[in-house]
């Protein structure tokens, strides 16, 4: 028996949506069950309503530009079912998405079509590491993934699992040897091309520096599957969205947020696009998008920059230190990159107290420790409210000596000497009074390295604090620029910019001003 659903009174057996949980029309959706088969399409809110009895059923979905699927699932009366469709733009990320030099990771592809796929090593030049070959399979798309339905931000995609029975879908690739920041290139036959990192790390310590890449604030902001902590925090809403402006709590309630304490969890195991680097950029060009000038492409600039000006240094993903697995006191100097919003209160404490210890920390960053995390496990956590420090009991300026406001965001300019003697000056010939850092290469808030997200002096600032330069953003809103000492020996530096580590491959005072930095630090 076969009946269209279409148009006549029914029951709502569920809603359909995307990746970005934005609902989905003309869906064609056949229904099967004891009954017969019934046909439906997709309503303009993705509701998909058919004259069907509750009970067990196959439904299978399908519509142009996207991959079909079909789902046991069984229709529950005021319980619609979350149906998720993937389009069919071409994705991928690496799983883990760090590991340690020589292991093993595994690579998670979604493509319309066979693909090529080769890993570089982005340091001050992208250097090919290994042609990995062209993947494809017997079976009419078959080089496709699917998601599961509901929620998957908070349980991640599991590609290469879900929907695949064959173990040599799970495809998998050796770490080199040398830790740095890794991307795999995957270009399919119809030419599109798409990019993914994947963070190495050294199997011990090699160098004297220590980076830590922002790996969690690149989730907390990566909202593939319709959720991050910023979009639908504190959980999907019943219905998928129509027009966000209209729907989202973001700005239906604005200037709160939707939860008390914290989020859903969000999981690392989904693609990020936001760190999607163009086949043919290089590290001097301009960085074009919303979250790619701080995420992996924007922390390019600073290890690129390392290698140009001779800074060995070894990488790790910031996970590492939360969970107890980074030996810093194996190093001389740790780097902070670009924009580590969010900290847990182990990664806070265990680099406080390092630097009590006489570690010197470089905060080359902006906006920094500013929000709270928990981890649930290995690759999921737990974002709290921003601004929040309950956990670790204490303000971030304890640490850095700064701290951020929302003055001068999204704004850019170059930094005004305030103290021109100081050995942090040396060699560029800048006095009180002089600019430098007028070159950014943060095309979504130019103007300077002073510039996007914007630290400032605190209270709670070590007393031993030396204010070496401000931003001259408007209204006085400029980032501050500060060091100081323990009496360990310990030191920390802090740029206080988002956009100061996007200045250094094109920026001579501020390349200057932080070679002297880490030349002082490591001595």
Known sequence: MTRAGTGEAGTLVGYVSDERY???TDVAVTIENGAGMIAARSLANGAIVAAVEPGPCRVTLAKDGFGAKRVEMTVTPGKPYPFR???????????PKWVTAGQEGEFRVHSTDAYKLTLWRYGWEKELIQDLGWFDDHGPGSTKQITPDGDYTQTGVQWNRVGYGSRWHHQRVTAPRRTGLYYFHVKNSRG????FPWIVQPERPLAPVAVLTSNITWNAYNNFGGRSNYVNQRELLPQPTVYARTDLERYTKPGTWPFEVHGAPLSFDRPEPGNFVPEDARITDRIEGRLACFNAPGEWRLLGWLEREGFGYDLYAETELHFGRLPLDRYRVLVLNNHNEYVSKEIYFRIKSWVERGGRLMYLAGCGMYAEVEFLDEHTILCRQEGREDLRGEPSARLLGV????AGYRTGAPYRVLAGAHWAFEGKGLKD???????????RTPGGASGLE?????PHAPPSLVHLAKG???DDSGADLVLYETPSGGAVFSAGSLNWPLALPVDDGVSRVTANVLRRFLA
Not at 192 to 195: A, G, K, P, R, Y
Not at 403 to 406: I, P, V
Not at 433 to 443: A, I, R, Y
Not at 454 to 458: A, E, T
């Open 22 to 24: 934005v609902a989905l």
């Open 85 to 95: 469709l993937l389009s069919d733009r071409l994705l991928g990320y690496a799983w």
């Open 192 to 195: 599109e091309f798409f990019s």
């Open 403 to 406: 701290a951020y406001s929302h």
């Open 433 to 443: 009074g002089d600019t430098f850092g007028q070159k950014s290469l943060n095309g």
């Open 454 to 458: 914007l630290d400032k002096l605190s």
């Open 472 to 474: 001259t953003n408007p």
